[in-house]
């Protein structure tokens, strides 16, 4: 009897058996075409791991996204029959059901990526999310997904360490920002040269007023303790009720100018925070002013998840609409494209790098070293 491999499956086998030869080669650069934008923070696939393969991605895209970070959500949401029955839940705020960490999300990421051409590769820059940063395993999970993909993956991200309604809701312990398990993650990050792409409220929902920010003061040391690695804040840590706090723009400006923090940059992604930052025009001219005197400091991204179509994948951007008519052309290409480019252009090169010095066994293959 013959037997038939499903298509995914197949799919699966030659994307693995490519990643052991190394058979992963692109151009180092997207094709020339005027693009409007390149995207810093888009989420191939949502909260039980369905979303839009990344070939409907590109066509997504189109003539106006010219490259995209490429990734899933590294949890998933249970469907516990005891707490909602029939009613399978699609979002963390359908249910009191708990979530997980689901690694296979990076096996997904891989095999999307691999299916697509060299020059279709190009356009995305994937990242590996799928591990849990309160193990201090996490980092040896994104070593092995680097052997056993190379060629693939330039970051690590987007992950959460305090995030509203979400990180209460993981099973087990959640990540504390003095864990030596982050420390261990992010130091692995710098040796590789990946981009980190953290989600961290920067204060707890609802705080008391004249208390300082929960969070604040956590996440910079974490920053300043890793001081060669490529951090990009998401969201500049404002969330759906974690709203700007008191002196917010004057914090972001002490960050900005403090040298001891060159190294980390901030993403104006998601609807939530372009609500926060087009409130008022005064609140836009703060932002634009913040942006203007660090014009390489920040990125643009749409935080759309499983985006269908174009039109309601740009629907962030639009929104944010006034503060780009508040920055020169020069300020707005870096903000869109420019940044974006240098900065995973550097991270292709350097994590390319650490691949090829890996030691490999006769095979070809990188193979995974044990340390204590």
């Not at 990180?167 to 040269?193: H, M, Q």
């Amino acid at each position: 009897m013959r037997t038939t491999i499903p298509i995914y499956s197949a799919l699966a086998i030659a994307a693995f058996l490519a990643a052991a030869r190394g058979d992963v080669a692109r151009p180092s650069s997207a094709p020339a075409v005027h693009y409007l934008l390149d995207d810093s923070h888009v989420h191939l696939t949502d909260y039980i791991q369905e979303g839009t393969n990344v070939h409907a991605m590109l066509r997504v895209m189109g003539d106006k996204v010219g490259r995209a970070v490429l990734f899933g959500i590294p949890l998933q949401q249970m469907w516990s029959y005891r707490v909602d029955g029939d009613n399978a839940p699609t979002y963390y705020l359908d249910t009191d059901a708990p979530l997980y960490y689901y690694s296979f999300t990076d096996a997904t990421i891989a095999t999307e990526y691999l299916s697509l051409t060299p020059d279709e590769r190009a356009r995305f820059d994937p990242m590996i999310t799928g591990f849990n940063p309160a193990d201090m395993y996490a980092a040896d999970h994104v070593r092995r997904v680097l052997e056993t993909f190379p060629g693939v993956f330039e970051g690590i991200g987007e992950f959460s360490l305090h995030k509203e309604f979400v990180t209460p809701k993981i099973a087990g312990d959640p990540p504390s920002l003095e864990d030596p398990a982050l420390d261990r993650l992010f130091g692995f990050a710098e040796e590789v040269g990946l981009v980190v792409l953290v989600h961290c409220d920067v204060d707890t929902p609802f705080p008391k007023p004249g208390v300082d920010p929960a969070y604040l003061a956590g996440i910079s040391a974490l920053f300043k303790r890793h001081p060669t690695t490529t951090i990009i804040w998401a969201h500049i840590g404002l969330g759906r009720v974690v709203r700007p706090v008191t002196d917010q723009a004057r914090i972001v400006a002490a960050m900005l100018d403090n040298p001891k923090l060159a190294h980390v940059y901030f993403d104006l992604s998601w609807t939530e925070t372009a609500k926060y930052i087009v409130a008022t025009p005064a609140t836009v001219q703060v932002v634009a002013d913040l942006i203007t005197k660090h014009p390489d400091r920040f990125l643009f991204g749409t935080d759309e998840v499983a985006p269908k179509d174009q039109q309601d994948y740009l629907r962030v951007y639009r929104q944010y609409q006034p503060l780009w008519a508040r920055l020169s052309p020069d300020v707005l290409d870096r903000v869109r494209k420019r940044n974006y480019e240098r900065i995973f252009d550097e991270a292709r090169r350097r994590v390319r790098a650490w691949e090829q010095l890996r030691p490999k066994d006769v095979l070809g293959r990188q193979p995974i070293v044990r340390r204590p």
